[in-house]
Protein backbone atom coordinates (compact mmCIF):
# COMPACT_ATOMS: atom_id res chain seq x y z
CA UNK A 1 0.00 0.00 0.00
CA UNK A 2 0.76 3.61 0.29
CA UNK A 3 1.20 5.88 3.07
CA UNK A 4 2.39 9.51 3.67
CA UNK A 5 2.78 11.34 6.73
CA UNK A 6 2.96 15.13 7.16
CA UNK A 7 2.66 17.65 10.45
CA UNK A 8 -0.75 18.18 11.37
CA UNK A 9 -0.33 22.08 11.95
CA UNK A 10 2.40 24.38 11.58
CA UNK A 11 2.32 27.97 12.98
CA UNK A 12 4.60 30.84 11.66
CA UNK A 13 4.01 35.00 11.43
CA UNK A 14 3.98 36.73 8.62
CA UNK A 15 6.84 37.66 6.79
CA UNK A 16 8.82 34.19 7.97
CA UNK A 17 9.61 31.32 5.92
CA UNK A 18 8.11 27.51 6.36
CA UNK A 19 8.70 24.53 5.30
CA UNK A 20 6.20 22.11 5.45
CA UNK A 21 7.60 17.90 5.36
CA UNK A 22 6.25 14.76 3.39
CA UNK A 23 7.57 11.38 3.91
CA UNK A 24 5.94 8.95 1.56
CA UNK A 25 6.01 4.84 1.04
CA UNK A 26 4.82 3.68 -1.77
CA UNK A 27 5.61 1.30 -4.23
CA UNK A 28 5.90 2.64 -8.29
CA UNK A 29 6.57 5.99 -7.26
CA UNK A 30 6.17 8.42 -10.13
CA UNK A 31 6.13 12.06 -8.30
CA UNK A 32 5.03 14.43 -5.80
CA UNK A 33 2.32 17.40 -5.65
CA UNK A 34 1.50 19.61 -3.39
CA UNK A 35 -2.20 21.52 -3.15
CA UNK A 36 -3.35 24.15 -1.20
CA UNK A 37 -6.80 24.32 0.17
CA UNK A 38 -8.62 27.15 1.90
CA UNK A 39 -11.10 26.41 4.63
CA UNK A 40 -14.79 25.87 2.66
CA UNK A 41 -12.58 26.26 -0.58
CA UNK A 42 -11.22 23.96 -3.42
CA UNK A 43 -7.57 22.29 -3.81
CA UNK A 44 -5.42 24.59 -5.93
CA UNK A 45 -2.44 22.80 -7.33
CA UNK A 46 0.78 24.17 -6.45
CA UNK A 47 3.48 22.11 -7.63
CA UNK A 48 4.70 18.59 -8.84
CA UNK A 49 8.18 17.05 -8.71
CA UNK A 50 9.11 14.28 -10.48
CA UNK A 51 12.80 14.53 -10.71
CA UNK A 52 15.06 14.84 -7.16
CA UNK A 53 15.85 18.54 -6.21
CA UNK A 54 14.23 21.87 -5.88
CA UNK A 55 11.12 23.39 -8.03
CA UNK A 56 10.32 27.24 -7.23
CA UNK A 57 7.59 29.19 -8.34
CA UNK A 58 7.31 32.62 -6.98
CA UNK A 59 7.44 32.46 -3.32
CA UNK A 60 6.45 28.83 -3.48
CA UNK A 61 9.26 26.07 -3.71
CA UNK A 62 9.28 21.64 -3.58
CA UNK A 63 11.77 19.38 -3.19
CA UNK A 64 12.13 16.04 -3.62
CA UNK A 65 14.39 13.17 -2.68
CA UNK A 66 13.50 9.98 -3.73
CA UNK A 67 15.76 7.95 -2.21
CA UNK A 68 14.72 9.35 1.22
CA UNK A 69 11.44 9.23 -0.17
CA UNK A 70 10.92 12.50 1.05
CA UNK A 71 9.93 15.82 0.03
CA UNK A 72 8.87 19.24 1.28
CA UNK A 73 7.17 22.32 0.33
CA UNK A 74 8.67 25.82 1.23
CA UNK A 75 6.70 29.03 1.82
CA UNK A 76 8.85 31.91 2.08
CA UNK A 77 7.48 35.89 2.47
CA UNK A 78 4.67 34.23 4.33
CA UNK A 79 1.46 36.46 3.96
CA UNK A 80 -1.79 36.29 5.94
CA UNK A 81 -3.94 34.52 3.05
CA UNK A 82 -1.00 31.72 2.84
CA UNK A 83 -3.18 30.26 5.82
CA UNK A 84 -4.59 27.57 4.46
CA UNK A 85 -4.41 23.47 4.73
CA UNK A 86 -1.78 21.70 2.44
CA UNK A 87 -1.53 18.41 1.28
CA UNK A 88 0.88 16.63 -0.41
CA UNK A 89 0.07 13.59 -2.40
CA UNK A 90 1.99 10.69 -4.28
CA UNK A 91 1.30 9.86 -7.95
CA UNK A 92 2.26 5.46 -8.61
CA UNK A 93 2.98 4.55 -12.24
CA UNK A 94 -0.84 3.64 -12.31
CA UNK A 95 -1.19 7.75 -12.41
CA UNK A 96 -3.14 6.79 -8.76
CA UNK A 97 -2.91 9.89 -6.99
CA UNK A 98 -3.29 9.13 -2.75
CA UNK A 99 -3.16 11.90 -0.69
CA UNK A 100 -1.84 12.72 2.92
CA UNK A 101 -3.29 13.87 5.97
CA UNK A 102 -2.43 17.31 5.03
CA UNK A 103 -0.94 20.17 7.22
CA UNK A 104 -2.84 22.95 8.40
CA UNK A 105 -0.39 26.49 8.73
CA UNK A 106 -1.58 29.18 10.67
CA UNK A 107 0.28 32.47 10.07
CA UNK A 108 0.07 34.84 12.71
CA UNK A 109 0.16 38.83 11.94
CA UNK B 1 -13.17 30.66 -10.45
CA UNK B 2 -10.78 27.82 -11.86
CA UNK B 3 -13.56 26.86 -15.05
CA UNK B 4 -14.74 23.79 -13.59
CA UNK B 5 -18.22 23.69 -12.96
CA UNK B 6 -20.12 21.11 -10.59
CA UNK B 7 -23.69 20.49 -10.29
CA UNK B 8 -25.38 20.05 -7.87
CA UNK B 9 -23.67 22.78 -5.09
CA UNK B 10 -25.66 20.26 -2.28
CA UNK B 11 -27.52 17.03 -2.40
CA UNK B 12 -29.26 15.66 0.57
CA UNK B 13 -31.04 12.12 0.17
CA UNK B 14 -31.53 9.51 1.97
CA UNK B 15 -29.55 6.03 2.19
CA UNK B 16 -30.34 3.00 -0.45
CA UNK B 17 -30.61 5.94 -2.99
CA UNK B 18 -28.70 6.54 -6.03
CA UNK B 19 -27.19 10.14 -6.98
CA UNK B 20 -25.65 11.77 -10.16
CA UNK B 21 -22.55 14.15 -9.79
CA UNK B 22 -22.04 16.03 -12.83
CA UNK B 23 -19.36 17.82 -13.95
CA UNK B 24 -18.26 20.16 -16.91
CA UNK B 25 -14.07 20.73 -17.64
CA UNK B 26 -12.49 23.81 -18.41
CA UNK B 27 -12.71 24.48 -22.07
CA UNK B 28 -10.32 22.13 -23.67
CA UNK B 29 -8.97 20.35 -21.25
CA UNK B 30 -9.22 16.55 -22.18
CA UNK B 31 -8.76 15.32 -18.38
CA UNK B 32 -11.21 14.65 -16.06
CA UNK B 33 -10.96 13.56 -12.09
CA UNK B 34 -13.40 12.77 -9.60
CA UNK B 35 -12.09 13.17 -6.05
CA UNK B 36 -14.19 12.35 -2.78
CA UNK B 37 -13.32 14.35 0.92
CA UNK B 38 -14.55 13.80 4.36
CA UNK B 39 -13.31 14.25 7.43
CA UNK B 40 -12.54 10.68 8.52
CA UNK B 41 -10.93 9.89 5.13
CA UNK B 42 -9.47 12.86 4.22
CA UNK B 43 -8.86 13.82 0.60
CA UNK B 44 -8.94 10.65 -1.86
CA UNK B 45 -8.69 9.88 -5.46
CA UNK B 46 -11.77 7.88 -7.16
CA UNK B 47 -11.10 7.79 -10.53
CA UNK B 48 -9.51 9.36 -13.62
CA UNK B 49 -10.57 9.98 -17.71
CA UNK B 50 -8.56 10.92 -20.35
CA UNK B 51 -10.68 12.05 -23.63
CA UNK B 52 -13.64 9.37 -22.61
CA UNK B 53 -11.91 6.72 -21.40
CA UNK B 54 -10.88 5.65 -18.00
CA UNK B 55 -7.20 5.65 -17.11
CA UNK B 56 -6.87 5.56 -13.39
CA UNK B 57 -8.68 3.80 -10.49
CA UNK B 58 -8.17 4.59 -7.03
CA UNK B 59 -10.48 4.20 -3.97
CA UNK B 60 -13.62 4.03 -5.84
CA UNK B 61 -16.16 1.59 -4.45
CA UNK B 62 -18.09 -1.03 -6.75
CA UNK B 63 -21.58 1.20 -5.50
CA UNK B 64 -19.98 3.91 -7.50
CA UNK B 65 -19.19 4.43 -11.33
CA UNK B 66 -18.28 7.63 -13.66
CA UNK B 67 -18.05 8.37 -16.97
CA UNK B 68 -16.59 10.91 -19.44
CA UNK B 69 -18.80 12.14 -22.53
CA UNK B 70 -18.31 12.72 -25.86
CA UNK B 71 -17.95 16.82 -24.91
CA UNK B 72 -15.68 15.62 -22.00
CA UNK B 73 -18.81 16.38 -18.95
CA UNK B 74 -18.47 13.61 -17.28
CA UNK B 75 -20.74 12.18 -14.29
CA UNK B 76 -20.05 10.37 -11.04
CA UNK B 77 -23.07 8.36 -10.24
CA UNK B 78 -23.45 6.52 -6.27
CA UNK B 79 -25.43 3.83 -5.47
CA UNK B 80 -26.90 2.52 -2.57
CA UNK B 81 -25.76 5.25 -0.44
CA UNK B 82 -24.80 4.46 3.08
CA UNK B 83 -24.15 7.66 6.08
CA UNK B 84 -20.33 7.18 5.22
CA UNK B 85 -20.65 8.53 1.69
CA UNK B 86 -21.71 11.65 3.13
CA UNK B 87 -18.38 14.14 2.07
CA UNK B 88 -17.27 16.79 -0.81
CA UNK B 89 -17.16 15.20 -3.93
CA UNK B 90 -14.96 17.77 -6.14
CA UNK B 91 -13.56 17.03 -10.05
CA UNK B 92 -10.57 18.52 -11.47
CA UNK B 93 -9.46 18.82 -15.03
CA UNK B 94 -5.98 19.01 -16.66
CA UNK B 95 -5.24 19.75 -20.63
CA UNK B 96 -3.85 16.40 -20.72
CA UNK B 97 -3.48 13.09 -18.38
CA UNK B 98 -0.36 12.79 -16.43
CA UNK B 99 0.50 14.06 -12.61
CA UNK B 100 2.71 16.65 -14.06
CA UNK B 101 -0.35 18.48 -15.60
CA UNK B 102 -2.11 21.23 -12.99
CA UNK B 103 -5.23 20.29 -12.17
CA UNK B 104 -7.95 22.67 -12.15
CA UNK B 105 -10.66 21.62 -9.25
CA UNK B 106 -14.32 22.58 -9.67
CA UNK B 107 -16.37 24.17 -6.38
CA UNK B 108 -17.49 20.61 -5.01
CA UNK B 109 -20.86 18.68 -4.56
CA UNK B 110 -21.56 18.24 -1.34
CA UNK B 111 -23.46 14.93 -0.66
CA UNK B 112 -25.15 14.46 2.90
CA UNK B 113 -26.80 11.10 3.52
CA UNK B 114 -29.35 10.78 5.81
Known amino acids: GQSLEQPSEVTAVEGAIVQINCTYQ??????LSWYQQHDGGAPTFLSY????GLEETGRFSSFLSRSDSYGYLLLQELQMKDSASYFC??????????FGPGTRLSVLP | DSGVTQTPKHLITATGQRVTLRCSPR?????VYWYQQSLDQGLQFLIQ???????AKGNILERFSAQQFPDLHSELNLSSLELGDSALYFC?????????????FGPGTRLTVL
Open chain 1, 49 to 52: NGLD
Open chain 2, 49 to 55: YYNGEER
Open chain 1, 26 to 31: TSGFYG
Open chain 2, 27 to 31: SGDLS
Open chain 2, 92 to 104: ASSVEQGAANEQF
Open chain 1, 89 to 98: AVTDYGQNFV
